[in-house]
T-cell receptor
Framework: DAKTTQPPSMDCAEGRAANLPCNHS???????VYWYRQIHSQGPQYIIH???NNETNEMASLIITEDRKSSTLILPHATLRDTAVYYC????????????FGSGTQLTVLP | TAGITQAPTSQILAAGRSMTLRCTQD?????MYWYRQDLGLGLRLIHY???????GKGEVPDGYSVSRANTDDFPLTLASAVPSQTSVYFC????????????FGQGTRLTVV
């Protein structure tokens, strides 16, 4: 599975959009981009995933660049409860390979 | 409510003792995983299982063993606990054939003294 690079920390004002970047320059054509988050002391929670098209669900939007070497997770209206560590992971759909978590981005939403 | 359940929630264990952390899922997911998370660090994979009857080693397997007798259960055993195994342990499951998201348990906080 391709490795990812994320900034270690970011701040965002409550009510504003939080944009979390992820670089995955070695991503393969059949690898998907997944995002998870971990709120303090809880198990990681799935957010969204995509291959090459932008995706949106009730939690967030995922923007993947045309060359697929980077992506951005967007939380449109961040709340204090969105404070968490966000993990960007790339893996092959249908692969039996385990999820590999990096160090993620600590997002702090400020009041 | 469907999901993944871990037990116990927390445990204090004397060094040298053995312990089994339990993990059960009712989503009929084929793949299951055990991770450990140390303070301030990311998750590290201990062992995984792609399907009942098979297991594999992850990044930090030493000192741990697993079994997968059926689809639903994936226990993690510490044969002789050491203080460095003090950590929070998370179990997860996914349907790897469809590439669906992984669901995580609430974690087991283990302290080895």
């Amino acid at each position: 599975d391709a490795k990812t690079t994320q900034p270690p920390s970011m701040d965002c004002a409550e009510g504003r959009a939080a944009n979390l970047p992820c670089n995955h320059s070695t991503i393969s054509g059949n690898e998907y981009v997944y995002w998870y988050r971990q709120i303090h002391s809880q198990g990681p929670q799935y957010i969204i995933h995509g291959l090459k098209n932008n995706e949106t669900n009730e939690m967030a939007s995922l923007i993947i660049t045309e060359d697929r070497k980077s992506s951005t997770l967007i939380l449109p209206h961040a709340t204090l409860r969105d404070t968490a560590v966000y993990y960007c992971i790339v893996r092959v759909l249908g692969s039996a390979r385990q999820l590999t978590f990096g160090s993620g981005t600590q997002l702090t939403v400020l009041p | 409510t469907a999901g993944i359940t871990q037990a116990p929630t927390s445990q204090i264990l004397a060094a040298g003792r053995s312990m089994t952390l339990r993990c059960t899922q009712d989503m009929r997911h084929n793949a299951m995983y055990w991770y450990r998370q140390d303070l301030g660090l990311g998750l590290r994979l201990i062992h995984y299982s792609n399907t009942a009857g098979t297991t594999g080693k992850g990044e930090v397997p030493d000192g741990y063993s697993v079994s997968r007798a059926n689809t639903d259960d994936f226990p993690l055993t510490l044969a002789s606990a050491v203080p460095s195994q003090t950590s929070v342990y998370f179990c997860a499951s996914s349907d790897s054939s469809r590439g669906t998201e992984a669901f995580f348990g609430q974690g087991t906080r283990l302290t080895v003294v």
